[in-house]
């Protein structure tokens, strides 16, 4: 219960596969959050459960008792302390990592600055590419890993940085070294890979807000705007917002003049990259999409640009 926003962000990732960041103090529903979606993302299509079941099958890891292809999207939670080799894949005769085994699903990070910075900066040739290159004496391998990425974080080492509840008296004690050495450990280009940026603050209250949005509510939704991206599918050849680049982004976020000039404002003023910018662009094209709008109006690029939280705060 609670939390609308994050739910919100969740919904519009979910949409469009864009990948996103929970950040906020321990307790507050990320983990379980971020655990359930799975439940709002579409059914495996027949292609996409071919491709799965292959790489689980030649893994090894068929789930027990499978007789058929698997028709669920994968959800892959390894721990902080994987290695690279577990994470990308390796080994004498490479095996795939849990990037691939995370294929056409979700790979969560729990706790992202934990993992080790060498693992986190590998992951960005396969946020970028949707493959993974793994080079050998006798061979190159190449195994395919275009995945969902989810992860959560806390704001600070003890995790109570900026922790502002008049009903709790816990607060940070952690240093300014301190956090901005914890923070360091996600450098600008894997945090530029990153759509969505979100706070999860504690609630202010016990009381939660009624009309909650549950999660069939929330599937049909991303259903719907599926059916948007699939009607463009033959213009673009791209299956997700998320995965929009260049003329095929141009053509299909189309902005209105107003649109236009708030983000161009956005750009000068926030200091952000040109990758972050395409982000924030095909957000916006998914959020239209959600409140099945064809034109990309200010409030759904001012709704994407609140998105990328890291990128205001600094």
């Known amino acids: 219960m609670g939390q609308p926003i994050a739910k919100r962000a969740l919904l519009i990732a979910a949409a469009g596969r864009h990948n996103i960041l929970l950040s906020g103090p321990p307790g507050t529903g990320k983990t379980m959050l971020v655990r359930r979606l799975p439940g709002i993302l579409p059914d495996l ?40 080799g577990g ?36 992951l960005r040739q396969p946020l970028e590419d949707r493959f993974v290159t793994i080079a050998r004496a006798r061979a190159v391998f190449r195994f395919p890993s275009s995945f969902m990425l989810a992860a959560s974080m806390n704001p600070c080492p003890c995790g109570y940085w900026g922790h502002d509840s008049v009903t709790d008296d816990r607060s940070c004690h952690c240093t300014s070294v301190q956090i901005a050495r914890y923070r360091a450990k ?22 939660m807000p009624n009309g909650e949005m549950t999660t069939a509510m929330m599937r049909e939704k991303v259903a ?9 599918r033959r213009m673009t050849g791209i299956d997700w917002n998320g995965d929009l680049s260049g003329a095929a982004l141009r053509r299909t976020a189309r902005l209105s003049k107003d649109s236009s000039l708030l983000l161009r404002e ?23 999409d959600v409140e099945e709008r064809d034109t990309i109006d200010p409030e759904h690029i001012a709704e994407a640009i609140q998105y990328r939280k890291l990128d205001l705060q600094s």
Do not use: W
């Not at 079941?53 to 027990?64: E, F």
């Not at 490479?94 to 590998?122: I, M, N, W, Y």
């Open 45 to 84: 299509t027949e292609q996409e459960a071919l491709e799965v079941t292959k790489i689980y099958s030649a893994a090894g890891q068929l789930p027990a008792g499978v007789s058929s292809l698997i028709r669920e999207r994968p959800f892959r939670s390894p721990h902080h302390t994987i290695s690279t």
């Open 87 to 122: 994470l990308i894949g390796g080994g004498t005769i490479p095996k795939p990592g849990e990037v691939t085994l995370a294929h056409r699903g979700v790979l969560f990070l729990d706790e992202l600055p934990e993992f080790s910075r060498q693992a986190l900066e590998v």
């Open 186 to 207: 996600l450098s600008g280009p894997l945090l530029d890979r990153i759509d969505m940026q979100i706070e999860v603050p504690r609630p202010a209250s016990y009381d």
């Open 224 to 232: 719907a705007a599926r059916e948007r991206q699939e009607a463009r």
């Open 266 to 288: 956005a750009f000068d003023t926030m200091g952000i990259s040109l990758r972050a910018h395409d982000r924030v662009l095909k957000l916006a094209r998914t959020i239209a």
